[in-house]
């Protein structure tokens, strides 16, 4: 099997087991509408279990008395389980229970995830644009005070917590200074502060780690030959340096999107977004169980995919892992 | 250099755990001390705390609080007037008038002609509701005051068991939407995020370098496996997953801990499981086994003391963190519940009031990044001197290149 099937394989293997997860944990969580807690007339609970897919109907002879009769016969768990793949393979988990038959988790999530995925692919291009040249820079500047101006800058940046950042900017620029919209979405300026706050913080991160990749390269014999044969320094930072920085990195960006992620929660909050992420607690909090199967497999498949794509970057950037043969420990 | 840092560390450490009886020290204000009418004081308001620890030595006050001179004041004797009077000034209050009318106050006390005299002498002509407060003060007696002047426990306070008035005192940071003292608060939400924060950190550390040192020397398939749902559990949205269970079995204080372990732990098994198998290659470890050491002790006695520089730099980074996520999950509410308060509940409270009292959302946010950055600057400086070099992420990021070109073999 090739290297590239193998991990969209894993990819597939490891959502698998978050809708798998997500489904024992909500079968074992107290509370639910097939729990019987609330005190319905028994028709109408039956009624219910049988529209929310719960329950079957089934027809058949009376306990007393001759005739026909229909009972309601509660599906059993593995049949719920093996339905509720089938219903994420083929991208229709139905209507979430809160709704009543109103709104289908497609529609909820296909309103929200433009908007948070918007807010988190634009705090990413930030997070690189900036990020990214300054640790450069830095590197080349290494000790100098431009350097060590950014990295008291970027140590202010990852202490600094989504939740703080996030409303002072919004203070700073929304209502003082009425330069961005308070919350809400009415205009793509209303996306400028919530991705600036995540991209500020990302880029942080991403300053500090192309720094000590690419600084760690310059002072190797490597750095010294290539700028020895007459190499131009822009090409020694721009693609020799960048490219040792890129490989901590990529291995660093699952959980940097993850914390991307988490930090968007917040953001969403702060900025009252109509992203996804108030699903997220209000679903599971009413258990309304079909959204929050949408909401995390949602948020599972972006932070999977972008996973699966840096481990397909790697090889590309660090020739050590193409192909079988390894030459060596020369890191 | 290092004892420096050691007592920096011990003196905030200190100063934390002091913070909240100090804070109520300090202002007067018991942390669930409420006072509705006045809520979402600017800070520097001053009001009469209810549990006041002070008294002012006015003796003629006792005189005109003792209206039938009986010699005995009763524990509610003011709590009537002083409730009428509040009731005036808070509906100024909430009105935003910059001034209350004498006539109001005069009318709030018709019953009580000597107290309405008094308070209006001093309010003649209008006043700001602070300055009523404030001259209003000897009303303020609770009965809790009382009891606490009535030494010779008879129920009621004589003449000579009388200390004054209760003094104002002024809200440093303002107050919350239920009159509750922001200062206080914040230093109780300090106390309570930074022990949260260090003790998730502790426990994540502890779960880590017990797992990752299991890993580390069943060594051969188990081992691999163990990693590998390290590694799956690292790729994971985990946080979600954290973010459901709490949410599905109800949030508290000991869930939240919990869970910040459960997601904090990986990278510390990862590097530990790295150094145990490396330490595990090391002559010493030979030589311990040659003489009769079981695998256990090898790993407790030889491999764990020997890493503990990178297992303390993990344990470190892992403080930091550990505070973050708090503040993360108590703001969306799945944390620390209502009485208690985190920096992370206390910046829940503020954030959807920002534009009108910022100072709500100010000082928590300022103090939950101040220890944050505090934390991460004191690990910098160990990790920045000579000899100590620590480079955790390199550790992780090779381990990671390492896993991924063994299973392309």
Redesign the interface.
Known sequence: MG?AA?TLLSAIV?LW??AT??FL??EH??GGPESGERRLPPEVEAANLVRLGLADAVTGPCAEGPGECTRVERRPMLRRYVAMLGAIATFDLGFTYTSRGERTVRENLSEGLPVSAAVGGLALLFALLAGVPLGLYAASRGGGRADRLLAALA??G???????LG??L??LFA?RLRLFP?GGLDSPASLVLPSATLGLILASVLQR?TR?GAA?FLEGPVAKALAARGLPRARLLGVHALRHAA??ML??L??AV?AL??GS??IE??FDLPGIARH??GA??NRDHPM?MG??LA??TL??AL?TAS?LL??VV?P??RG?A?TGDE? | MRRGVAIALASVAAGVAIAPPAAVRLTGYAPDEQHTAFAFAPPGFRDVPLHAPAFDGDAAAFDMLDVERTGRLAPDATAGASRALLLALSDAWQARAERVPESAIRSALAPWPAWADRVAEACAGGCGVEKAISASRFLRLTPSMMASMDRDGDGAVARDEFLGAPLASPHLLGSDGLGRDAFVRLAEGLRLSVVVGVLAAASAALIGVAYGAAAGASGGFAGAAMMRVVD?L????????V???I???GPSTLNLLIAIACVQWLGMARTVRGLTASLLTAPYVEAARVQGAGTARVIAAHVVPNARRPILAWAGLLV?ASI?EE??LS????GVQAPAASL?TL??D??PR??EH?WL?AAP??A??GV??LV??VL?TVAARPGRER?P??T???E??GT??V???
Do not use: C, Q, W
């Open positions: 290297r193998r490891t087991a978050i997860g997500t944990l909500m969580a107290p140590t202010a990852v202490s600094v917590p989504a939740i703080v409303p002072l919004l203070y209502i308070v780690m000590a760690g490989i901590p291995g660093y699952p959980p993850a992620l988490t929660v917040v909050t702060v997220l607690i599971a909090v929050v909401v995390v948020y599972s932070l999977v996973t481990e790697l090889p660090d050590r892992l079988p390894r890191g | 799956v690292y790729g994971l949205p985990y946080v979600f997953l973010i459901l269970l949410s599905l079995v930091p973050k503040a993360f703001f969306l509410g799945l992370g910046i829940a503020g954030a920002i534009a910022p959302v946010a300022a939950l990044f944050v950055l991460n600057v910098e480079k992420r390199k992780a990021s090779r990671r290149a991924a070109s299973g392309d073999g």
